[in-house]
């Protein structure tokens, strides 16, 4: 379970005071896979970055009775003059599992070939995604976040990532973040929706991407 106390979160931009949301009050179930819905900049990423304490909000506070994953496909999670072996060490001794075993994990689900071996700082975008996310799965969580990483790669690796997810989900819940509406139909059993600072708990996913979309035809007819 997860649970949003009076959430809120602003910050100050070239324009003024930006307030992505204030006094949010919600409890994400534990067991479900919710995918989170809402514009660009509406906040999505930075809401799980808050999640995993990775980001302080201007009020409020997350309450969680399990542990939580860091944001799989967040570029901020390693550090870039390491190699990706190394930081997949450096995390198996953070979270007290088997180095070796997340290690050929890791390196057998990620596909990365010699660029394990190199600093991630050379990595392209779609590599550092793979490098989070297989370093995620490895890893047993209560809760994992997941910011549009399933897109990465070619088809195989999608469907693998795919495969993978859904594995976890039997024991696991997760919030995720994607703008492929198939994606979220094949992986994600709830829906909240991020719309002008509120958040809306949907039990139907269909329905809660009917709402998005429609918020997002109103600004193009706009």
């Given at each position: 379970?997860?649970?949003l106390e ?7 931009t ?6 992505l ?5 919600l ?16 906040g ?19 309450v ?5 994953s860091w944001?799989?496909g ?13 930081n997949?060490?450096f995390i198996?001794?953070?979270?007290g599992?088997d ?7 890791v ?15 050379s990595?392209?975008?779609?590599m ?11 890893i ?8 549009e ?5 070619d ?7 795919a495969?993978?997810?859904?594995a ?8 995720v973040?994607?703008h ?12 909240v ?8 708990w949907y ?18 007819a706009?």
């Open positions: 379970m997860i649970r009076n959430l809120s979160m602003g910050f100050r070239r324009r003024g005071y930006k307030q949301f204030r006094d949010v009050n409890t994400l179930p534990t067991g479900r896979s919710v995918a989170l819905l809402g514009r660009n900049g509406a999505k990423s930075t809401l799980l970055q808050i999640i995993a304490g990775s980001v302080e909000p201007t009020g409020g506070r997350v969680s009775d399990g542990t939580i944001p799989v967040f570029g901020g999670s390693f550090n870039k003059n390491m190699t990706g072996a190394q997949i060490r198996a001794r953070v979270y599992v180095t070796t075993e997340l290690l050929n994990f390196a057998e689900f990620a596909e990365l070939g010699a660029h394990f071996h190199m600093p991630v700082r990595y392209s975008s779609g550092k995604s793979r490098l989070t996310f297989g370093a995620s799965m490895g047993q969580f209560d809760t994992y976040l997941v910011d990483v399933t897109a990465v790669g088809k195989s690796f999608r469907e693998r990532s495969e993978v997810f859904k976890r989900m039997t024991n696991s819940s997760a919030i973040v994607s492929s509406m198939g994606q979220i139909k094949q992986l994600c059993d709830a829906a929706v991020l719309e002008r600072g509120e958040m809306t039990e139907d996913v269909e329905r809660a991407i009917a709402v998005h979309e429609g918020n997002m035809d109103g600004d193009q706009a």
